[in-house]
T-cell receptor, first 109, second 114 residues
Framework: QKEVEQNSGPLSVPEGAIASLNCTYS??????FFWYRQYSGKSPELIMF????GDKEDGRFTAQLNKASQYVSLLIRDSQPSDSATYLC?????????FGTGTSLTVIP | EAQVTQNPRYLITVTGKKLTVTCSQN?????MSWYRQDPGLGLRQIYY???????DKGDVPEGYKVSRKEKRNFPLILESPSPNQTSLYFC?????????????FGPGTRLTVT
């Protein structure tokens, strides 16, 4: 059973701060890594994907991947109240997707 | 507009009464998938399909069936629903293009089995 682990939170940060979300995975053969955001009652929407070691930046979001440590993270700079949501880490294994249980983030105005 | 649609959005049914949840995408995607989402368990893949007539089990396939007769449609069938299948269901699709295959999710179907 391939596992994807996330700290369930809740994680609270003040507006304007950096939010750091972490994810570990068990399958060393995993090739692609995704961060999804899910608002309450809504479907997941993709924020970023990464498949090479290192950092990938997109606006206020930075994904970091360390395959040796089997670790992927998401940094949200200048956090806004609209960033309050659950963040899902997803990992591919073969033709399947494996999701973590999500980290709940609250940005306090 | 590129989208994944699911119907119905909400369904309350009784144990043992067969039901089908439809899923359709208009992006010509090869890959389609069904997930269920439960509190504390996250999103778990039920079945997926790499292309027409090609389907395979995910992590939690028991009690479910799927078919892929057309590229755009991927219905989820519960032949004899039970209360433990009460959940929020999502259909998703993606194009099989290299490792960065983003999945697009439908709006979800909330199923209650009594």
């Amino acid at each position: 059973q391939k596992e994807v682990e996330q700290n369930s939170g809740p994680l609270s940060v003040p507006e304007g701060a950096i939010a750091s979300l972490n994810c570990t995975y068990s399958d060393r053969g995993s090739q692609s890594f995704f961060w999804y955001r899910q608002y309450s009652g809504k479907s997941p929407e993709l924020i970023m994907f990464i498949y090479s070691n290192g950092d990938k930046e997109d606006g206020r979001f930075t994904a970091q991947l360390n395959k040796a440590s089997q670790y992927v993270s998401l940094l949200i700079r200048d956090s806004q109240p609209s960033d309050s949501a659950t963040y899902l880490c997803a990992v591919t294994g073969g033709n399947q997707f494996y999701f973590g249980t999500g980290t709940s983030l609250t940005v306090i105005p | 507009e590129a989208q994944v649609t699911q119907n119905p959005r909400y369904l309350i049914t009784v144990t043992g009464k067969k039901l089908t949840v439809t899923c359709s995408q208009n992006m010509n995607h090869e890959y389609m998938s069904w997930y269920r989402q439960d509190p504390g368990l996250g999103l778990r893949q039920i079945y997926y399909s790499m292309n027409v007539e090609v389907t395979d089990k995910g992590d939690v396939p028991e009690g479910y069936k799927v078919s892929r007769k057309e590229k755009r449609n991927f219905p989820l069938i519960l032949e004899s629903p039970s209360p433990n299948q009460t959940s929020l269901y999502f259909c998703a699709s993606s194009a099989n293009r290299g490792p960065s295959y983003e999945q697009y999710f439908g709006p979800g179907t909330r199923l209650t089995v009594t």
